[in-house]
C-alpha cells in the first residue's frame, strides 16, 4: 500500500530513535505486562517500552496485512508529558508527532 510507506519509514525512524536514546529493551516484558488494558499501557509499562513492544509491532502488522491504519490518533500528549524533563528524548517527540500528523 502506497500510502502506509510514509509512515513505514517514520515506524523505522522511531525505532531508531529508540536504540539510540538506549531506549530499547532486548527481553520482552512478560505476557501479563503486555496483556494491559489500560491506554498506554500505563500500569504496566514504561512509556518506551510500549511504543517498543505493543505500538510498533501492531502498527507493523497492520500495515505487512494491509488493513486500514488507525485515524486521528494523538499518542504525542502522552509522551511530552512523560518525558517533560528529559531534554534528551525531543527527537523522539519530533519523531512522534509526525506519526500522529500522518495518522490524522
Known amino acids: 500500500m502506497k500510502q502506509d510507506m510514509p509512515l513505514k519509514v517514520l515506524l523505522d525512524e522511531l525505532e531508531q530513535q529508540l536504540h539510540e536514546a538506549q ?3 532486548e527481553t520482552s ?33 497492520l500495515i505487512k496485512a494491509e488493513q486500514p491504519l488507525p485515524k486521528g490518533f494523538a499518542i ?8 517533560r524533563q528529559n531534554s534528551e528524548y525531543a527527537t523522539l517527540l519530533v519523531v512522534i508527532g509526525q506519526i500522529d500528523q500522518e495518522g490524522a
Open 76 to 83: 504525542t500528549p502522552y509522551f511530552e508529558e512523560c518525558w
Open 29 to 61: 516484558p512478560s505476557p501479563q505486562l503486555l496483556a494491559s488494558e489500560q491506554p498506554f499501557a500505563i500500569d504496566t509499562l514504561e512509556p518506551q517500552l510500549w511504543l517498543q513492544w505493543i505500538f510498533l509491532p501492531r502498527m507493523r502488522a
Open 23 to 25: 531506549l530499547w529493551q
